[in-house]
């Protein structure tokens, strides 16, 4: 039922997010600081020939990451095999990060067991804190870290201004990301592709897999609704904005 409702909002959310120029807050100072060249290097990355100055410096309008800000991912590990393979991965991904957004605060939500026994000395060696969540629902794993997620912002609202829910082994902060939005803004992504004539297709929770974590997760009535009415889906990977907006925002202001 919590992700019954959850999914209603970020619906909500998302609808709100089109009229983005509405969101934007106008009085807000501009912070551009000039940005230092990254050295970071590593078998994927050379960050050294990026460069943001000029024009590209002018999305980097807002405050610095800082400790406020909140980087949270939500894992599940229902196969040990399965982190493997991803392990170096995700572990280049979080030192990127690090170079990123080395002051913001970032925090990954355990559901059930780790992965491998050193697990958090591992997260913790890359600026990432570890919280056990002891998994008592039914929830697929991918429906149960907007659960996870959603229960610790309401509790910790009031630690943070920006949050940031990212996917762990595939979102990277080659530069300062907080930078680029204010606590005033929200933004979702839906499930877009583009086919080689040029049509954008969104996929929907007609999607079979979706349907199916949504049918396991909630019940089949739910997902068949949503999948009837075609609701859009919007990526877990990249949800960012204000730590209010993103719990209640739509709620409040739109509902
Ligand atoms: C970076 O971009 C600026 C402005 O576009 C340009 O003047 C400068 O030469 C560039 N620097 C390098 C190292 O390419
Ligand atoms: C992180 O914080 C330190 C100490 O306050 C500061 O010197 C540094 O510039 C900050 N880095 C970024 C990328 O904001
Ligand atoms: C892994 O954990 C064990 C037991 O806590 C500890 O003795 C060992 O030093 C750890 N290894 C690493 C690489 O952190
Ligand atoms: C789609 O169906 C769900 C479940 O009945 C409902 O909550 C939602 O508002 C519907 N969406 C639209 C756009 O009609």
Redesign the pocket.
Known sequence: MLCFSIFVVLIVTCMVANKSSAVIQLNTNPIIKPR?KSKYEDRFFNLYNFNYSGECSNTFKYK???KRDLLIYGAYFSDKRSWIGQRQMTLQTLSLNQN????ATKILMLCGEPPEPNFSSLMNSKGVEVIPVKVDSLYNGAVLRYVVIQKYLEENKEKYDRVFIADLRDVFFFE?GF?TFSDKQLYLSKECSRTNKGYITCASLDLEITRNWMRDSISKEVADLYAANKTKIINSGTIFGGAELLIYGAMINHC
Request: proline content about 20%; hydrophobic content about 30%; charged content about 10%.
């Open positions: 230092i610095p990451n800082n990123g957004i080395p002051n300062d930078a």
